[in-house]
Structure formats: C-alpha cells, structure tokens
C-alpha cells in the first residue's frame, strides 16, 4: 500500500475554510495533495478543488489521487503567487477558500536526489521547479562570502552564520547534502537539543534558491484578490520568519489607516480588505503532534475577504 505525505491540522483546516457544497476552493500548494482530497471528501456533492504546485513530481501523485473527482479537480503546475491569473483562465474567481501550506512535503523530504535534506546523501539542489537555474550549489559554491553569510543569517535567523559562510567558503567545492552538514557542524560544533545544527542553514539555502518569502508576500496579495466576499484565507506557518510574514500582511490588508503615527488625522483613505479571524495563531493539539510529528512548528492564520 502506498504511503502519502499526511497533511497538517486537516480537521483544522476544513473548519477555517468553511467547506461547503458546490464551493470553490484553491490549495495553492497542493504537494501530493492530502488537503485538496480532504476539501473535496469534506461535502457532498464535492465541492471543485483547485490544486497547484510548483513541484511536478508531487502534483503527478496528487492528479492521480483525485482522479476519481473528474471535472471537481483542476490540478495546475505553477507558483503560487500567480494564482490569481490560474483562477481567472480555470474559473476559479471568487472563491470561497484558499489554502497555502507553506510546508515541505515528506516526498520533498524523503527522495535524497532532491537535496532538501541533510539526511541523505544527495547533490545540492532544492529547487521547488526543476526547470529553474539556480540551486543550492550555486549559492554555496558561487556566492560571495557576505552575501552567503547574509542570507544563512536572514533566513535561518542563524547567530554565528559569518562564522558558518567563512567555513563553507574555505572547503569549497562542496558538491553532497551530507558534505554541507558536516561543514556547517564543524563550524557550529555539537549542541544540545533534537534540532541538528546544520538545520537553520538548510532552511536558509532552501528558501533562497526558491525566493519563497517573496513568493508569501505576493501569494498573499494575489490570494485576496482571488477570494470572493466572505471568502476565507488559511495559511499554515512552519518557522518564524514566514509567519511574521503573513501575521503582518493580514494586519495591513485589515487595517483602515496605515498614517504614520505621528500624523494627527488619517490622510491615506485605505480601505480593509479582509477582517482577521483568529488573533493568536492556532497550534495543533498534543495528539495530533504524536499522529503526525511534522505539525509540531505549524501554526494557522485566518482571514476573511470584505
């Protein structure tokens, strides 16, 4: 029996989306496509899913799943941030829930060619698209010293990344994951806790060879303007970074003034597009950590269009 990547807070997630009968739901980053196949089992009749991906691998395995749904499922290869040209051109307008788990998929995770994890030894790729240019090895092999030390300290909120940038840049080339870790625990050094040293530089790396913080930013954008009225936004967080991210964005789509305080009477006519659901993120239970270890970091945010 084959074994799929088991999606984040399901329960959650279709109780925040709100699913309905003969709803129109986008998961913008559908992987394998648990929580696309978990809105559409969620109401009968179906409701229509529309399932995007960068990652063509994961998407393959996802359209297989869904087969079964016919015309309820669109699935669609693209980033994310251009949803709202996706939802124009496959009808998809004015849709009633849209999803973004910005997690990676146990199929990212567990094929070693892929090069996300350190656990295998692999090349240094971690490209989301396997059609683009950059990868990992780019960046840690061609990029200036300062420039690697800014992103592994920028994106993996790492403290000692001049320190890492220096020993990655002194052992250059540095071709597998596994030679990577072992550089960056020889500059970090052994340290207590479950979480492996060469973590934080990982992520860093990931996150710049697929842009996915500016790709938040303007998924965010183009998902609100994709929602109809009363529609709900949902987004998943794995680490601090993306979710101050999306919990500033949403603070600035729900606000009706963004005048510097010093400025005596509002002047910038800005007008809410969305109202914030939950205040304070929303964490998975204790249980549904044990089911699914992965959750433990994720954290929901929730809006609704106006």
């Given at each position: 029996?084959?074994?799929?990547?088991?999606?984040?807070?399901?329960?959650?997630?279709?109780?925040?989306?709100?699913?309905?009968?003969?709803?129109?739901?986008?998961?913008?980053?559908?992987?394998?496509?648990?929580?696309?196949?978990?809105?559409?089992?969620?109401?009968?009749?179906?409701?229509?899913?529309?399932?995007?991906?960068?990652?063509?691998?994961?998407?393959?395995?996802?359209?297989?799943?869904?087969?079964?749904?016919?015309?309820?499922?669109?699935?669609?290869?693209?980033?994310?941030?251009?949803?709202?040209?996706?939802?124009?051109?496959?009808?998809?307008?004015?849709?009633?829930?849209?999803?973004?788990?910005?997690?990676?998929?146990?199929?990212?995770?567990?094929?070693?060619?892929?090069?996300?994890?350190?656990r295998y030894e692999a090349p240094l790729d971690m490209r989301f698209d396997k059609s683009q240019g950059i990868t990992a090895d780019t960046i840690i092999?061609?990029?200036?010293?300062?420039?690697?030390?800014?992103?592994?300290?920028?994106?993996?909120?790492?403290?000692?990344?001049?320190r890492i940038a220096r020993t990655i840049v002194r052992n250059r080339p540095i071709k597998t994951t596994t030679q990577l870790a072992d550089i960056v625990?020889?500059?970090?050094?052994?340290?207590?806790?479950?979480?492996?040293?060469?973590?934080?530089?990982?992520?860093?790396?990931?996150?710049?060879?697929?842009?996915?913080?500016?790709?938040?930013?303007?998924?965010?954008?183009?998902?609100?303007?994709?929602?109809?009225?009363?529609?709900?936004?949902?987004?998943?967080?794995?680490?601090?970074?993306?979710?101050?991210?999306?919990?500033?964005?949403?603070?600035?789509?729900?606000?009706?003034?963004?005048?510097?305080?010093?400025?005596?009477?509002?002047?910038?006519?800005?007008?809410?597009?969305?109202?914030?659901?939950?205040?304070?993120?929303?964490?998975?239970?204790?249980?549904?950590?044990?089911?699914?270890?992965?959750?433990?970091?994720?954290?929901?945010?929730?809006?609704?269009?106006?």
């Amino acid at each position: 029996m084959k074994h799929y990547h088991t999606p984040v807070m399901v329960d959650k997630v279709l109780a925040a989306l709100q699913v309905k009968t003969n709803g129109k739901y986008i998961d913008c980053t559908a992987g394998e496509g648990g929580h696309s196949l978990a809105i559409l089992q969620a109401a009968k009749p179906a409701p229509r899913v529309l399932s995007i991906d960068l990652d063509s691998e994961a998407l393959e395995t996802a359209a297989e799943r869904m087969r079964g749904y016919g015309d309820n499922s669109t699935v669609r290869q693209a980033n994310y941030s251009e949803v709202a040209q996706i939802a124009a051109e496959t009808g998809f307008t004015n849709a009633d829930g849209l999803l973004l788990d910005l997690g990676l998929s146990s199929l990212q995770l567990g094929k070693g060619e892929r090069g996300f994890s350190f656990r295998y030894e692999a090349p240094l790729d971690m490209r989301f698209d396997k059609s683009q240019g950059i990868t990992a090895d780019t960046i840690i092999n061609r990029y200036e010293e300062q420039e690697l030390a800014d992103i592994i300290y920028r994106y993996g909120e790492e403290r000692i990344s001049r320190r890492i940038a220096r020993t990655i840049v002194r052992n250059r080339p540095i071709k597998t994951t596994t030679q990577l870790a072992d550089i960056v625990l020889s500059a970090v050094g052994r340290q207590r806790g479950r979480i492996n040293p060469a973590t934080r530089t990982f992520q860093a790396i990931r996150i710049a060879v697929n842009n996915e913080l500016g790709n938040v930013q303007r998924g965010l954008d183009a998902a609100v303007d994709t929602l109809g009225v009363a529609g709900r936004l949902v987004v998943i967080t794995y680490h601090s970074i993306e979710d101050r991210i999306v919990k500033n964005a949403i603070r600035h789509m729900a606000s009706d003034c963004i005048c510097p305080p010093s400025v005596p009477q509002c002047a910038c006519d800005k007008t809410p597009t969305v109202r914030i659901i939950n205040r304070r993120v929303i964490k998975p239970s204790d249980e549904e950590v044990r089911a699914n270890p992965r959750s433990r970091s994720a954290r929901i945010r929730i809006a609704e269009r106006l």
